[in-house]
């Protein structure tokens, strides 16, 4: 068991709070496996045991690697780790604490953590570290330290500031959209302009539909705001139209969350008659649409449902996969109430998006990097899209020269779930179909296979090796029996 003490300080200030301050020890003696997966398997069973409370402080990670006489850089990735599994979040001024589940969304079924240090996470839909995205970041960085920083560090608008809007309509207007950098709001990352649509739009009961595999980011704000998610059926160009009319029939749907261009988990990129159908029957029934275009950067040509429908449509995207999701940087635009209501709900969370990072994005934007970084990344999707053809071959599996991921049917017998647990016991984390369902509808025996984010070719080409060798095995060969 591990040993901890706890203090309880009540402090009377504007508000009244306690504050509970543990000198938390993990119990990883016992534990094999890297240090930093034991110690955050210790910090779960301490949470699970209710040996840690919600709100509860950890040690600072110098404190923490004092004591367990490790590196702080073994720390730093234990509590990268438990925040990862949902277990813990941290705060400026506030330290690392246990987080309150009590509202979250379940988990998304993700495979569980690694078990070796040369786990290769195929998991994730993350830009590669190895673009020039870290040095042009570096860059402006250091231009900005060099320049008036003032305007920057006050409560600025909380829709961003102008400069900051002006920018992201002009990389909106690289989408074809007639971008309004007053219909524009700064937001941090996609995720949370998401979130901030579906505050917006909906109230808690009402029905958002999205496709039947979809990103599974719309689960967590759907539980967390308490809206009803719809899957949609699709088909190999989309959400099929007529599934779409009847759900608006049955539903009076508030909203409709789609990704058009590079649809997650599918790859499906909807051809424009398709789209026209969509956006013909959301009008009809007075359904908003939030176009998720995370990925538009990728295919250019494709026709956002923005520009065919702009009045009924909720554009959002962000910097993640073109340059860094550690940025933290997105845009929303839409019709004036919209981003009224959107800019409120920004207010209410966070004030506004840090302008600091705003002004990295605007940077980025405006000298030409951030197409730069989108150009790497596109030329290294299509390197890895053909490894994925050369190894996989023989295998069913949607993609898209440019697409991030592929989307990997199970061959006869193998079950997603099976072949997920075989290939992280082997080192290799793929995400399963589960976690893109919604709803109890049949899901598929899939898994998303992501190819982007190792950084070197080398270490796909290895994982998927790996894959492709347990899918040429049996189920009962690959897991051991008990
Ligand atoms: C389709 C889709 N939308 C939104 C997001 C969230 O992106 P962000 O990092 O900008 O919040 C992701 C991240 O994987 C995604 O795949």
């Known amino acids: 068991m ?38 955050a398997d210790s910090l779960a069973a301490d949470i699970s045991a209710g040996r840690l409370k919600p709100g509860d402080r950890l040690p600072t990670h110098r404190d923490l690697a004092w004591k367990l006489h490790l590196t702080v850089g073994t720390i730093t990735r234990a509590y990268a780790e438990a925040e990862r599994r949902g277990l813990i979040a941290g705060e400026v001024g506030r330290g690392t604490y246990i987080r309150d589940r009590l509202g979250d969304a379940p988990p998304p079924l993700m495979p569980t953590p690694p078990t070796t240090d040369d786990y290769v996470d195929l998991s994730r839909n993350l830009p590669s570290a190895s673009g020039p995205a870290a040095a042009m970041v570096a860059k402006h960085l250091a231009d900005i330290a060099q320049s008036d920083i003032q305007p920057l560090l006050g409560y600025t608008s909380n829709q961003g500031l102008p400069a900051h809007r002006e920018a992201g309509a002009e990389w909106l207007r690289r989408r074809g959209l007639n971008a309004d950098p007053a219909r524009v709001a700064v937001t941090s990352g996609a995720q949370n302009a998401m979130m901030l649509a579906i505050a917006a739009l909906c109230r808690p009961g009402d029905v958002v539909l999205v496709e039947a595999l979809t990103f599974y980011g ?43 261009t590079f649809q997650n988990p599918t790859t499906t990129i909807m051809p424009l008659e ?172 899939a898994v998303r296979i992501a190819l982007t984010q190792p950084d070197h070719d080398a270490d796909l080409e290895r994982a998927l090796s790996t894959l492709a060798e347990i899918l040429q095995d049996s189920p009962e060969g690959a897991l051991p029996m008990v």
Request: glycine residues 6%; proline residues 7%; hydrophobic residues 40%.
């Open 274 to 445: 398709r789209r026209k159908a969509i956006v013909e029957i959301c009008r009809r029934h007075g359904v908003t649409i939030i176009e998720d275009d995370i990925y538009g950067s990728f295919d250019p040509a494709s026709t956002p449902l923005a520009v065919l429908a702009p009045d009924i449509t909720v554009f959002l995207t962000s910097l993640s996969k073109t340059v860094a999701p550690g940025l933290r940087l997105g845009y929303l635009h839409g019709s004036d109430a919209i981003i009224q209501r959107a800019t409120a709900a920004i207010r209410a969370a966070t004030f506004m998006t840090t302008p600091m990072v705003a002004e990295i994005a605007t940077r980025l934007i405006r000298s030409g990097d951030a197409d730069k970084a989108a150009a790497y990344q596109t030329e290294l999707a299509e390197r890895r899209q053909k490894l994925a053809s050369q190894i996989l071959h023989g295998y069913e599996f949607r993609s898209h020269p440019r697409a991030f991921h592929i989307w990997l049917k199970m061959p006869e017998p193998w079950r997603r779930e099976e072949f997920t647990e075989t290939a992280r016991r082997r080192g290799v984390g793929v995400a399963p179909a589960n976690a893109f369902a919604v709803g109890r509808a049949p899901v598929p025996h």
């Open 218 to 260: 719309i689960k967590s704000i759907a539980n967390l705001l308490g809206v009803r998610p719809i899957g949609i059926e699709m088909d190999d160009d989309g959400l099929l139209p007529d599934a779409l009319e009847a759900a608006c029939r049955q539903h009076a749907p508030k909203a409709l969350y789609a990704l058009p």
């Open 2 to 39: 591990s040993r901890f003490v706890t203090i309880s300080l009540t402090q009377y200030g504007v508000n009244n709070y306690i504050v509970s301050m543990t000198t938390w020890q993990p119990e990883i003696e016992t534990r094999p496996g890297p240090r930093y997966i034991a110690i």
